[in-house]
């Protein structure tokens, strides 16, 4: 079965200052999603990939899906404290995108004043 | 975004009894909807796949007559914890999705405290 691997589990930086988490397949990736949860909350849709190679950004987050399809970064430049929380990279199942997401184990992320 | 809503935000129930919670589409039709459950300090674990007017689909190791689940419409799922144990005390989130999109949007979880 596929699993999903992030890295770092937890990071600490203080605010201002870049950081990249990534997320490696056991598999190749047939669409990648990025989310942030506060701790006993929802999920934030953050952005999602398809193609390899394909890159997006949202205001000061960046993510990447690489050519092979079976790692993505995401990449914070210049983080505040309303970036702190965990952060979920999720993977379709299989080769048909059904909605259902398998998850890593998430990145805490902490930015400190 | 689509909105997906659910009921309760929290519950604390008495051990062995049973609590429903309810995860609906606010503003479209939700083919496909899952449920989620979260450990403290760990991942998300897919539980089931519910699919409107048909039987859900458990991932193994899930309970099918612990975890009800019913999809009686297009707008609706329902997760039933029956006889719930302090060991089901956890994080319920649901997602759906709509036909063959493939993005599921998710529900702002359930934490469930079972005493």
């Known amino acids: 079965s596929q699993e999903l691997e992030q890295s770092p589990q937890s990071l600490i930086v203080q605010e201002g200052k870049n950081l990249t988490i990534n997320c490696t397949s056991s598999?190749?990736?047939?669409?990648l999603y990025w989310y942030k949860q506060k701790y006993g909350e929802g999920l934030i849709f953050l952005m999602m990939l398809q193609k390899g190679g394909e890159e997006k950004s949202h205001e000061k987050i960046t993510a990447k899906l690489d050519e092979k399809k079976q790692q993505s970064s995401l990449h914070i430049t210049a983080s505040q404290p309303s970036h702190a929380g965990i952060y979920l990279c999720g993977a379709g199942h299989g080769s048909g995108n059904t909605g259902k997401l398998i998850f890593g184990q998430g990145t805490t992320l902490q930015v400190k004043p | 975004g689509a909105v997906v809503s659910q009921h309760p935000s929290r519950v604390i129930c008495k051990s062995g009894t049973s609590v429903k919670i309810e995860c609906r589409s606010l503003d479209f039709q939700a083919t496909t909807m899952f449920w989620y459950r979260q450990f403290p300090k760990q991942s998300l674990m897919l539980m089931a796949t519910s699919n409107e007017g048909s039987k859900a689909t458990y991932e193994q190791g899930v309970e099918k007559d612990k975890f009800l689940i019913n999809h009686a419409s297009l707008t609706l799922s329902t997760l039933t914890v029956t006889s719930a144990h302090p060991e089901d005390s956890s994080f319920y989130i649901c997602?759906?999705?709509?036909?063959?999109?493939?993005?599921?949007?998710f529900g702002q979880g359930t934490r469930l405290t079972v005493v």
């Open positions: 997602s759906a999705k709509q036909g063959v999109v493939t993005e599921a949007f």
């Open positions: 598999k190749t990736l047939y669409g």
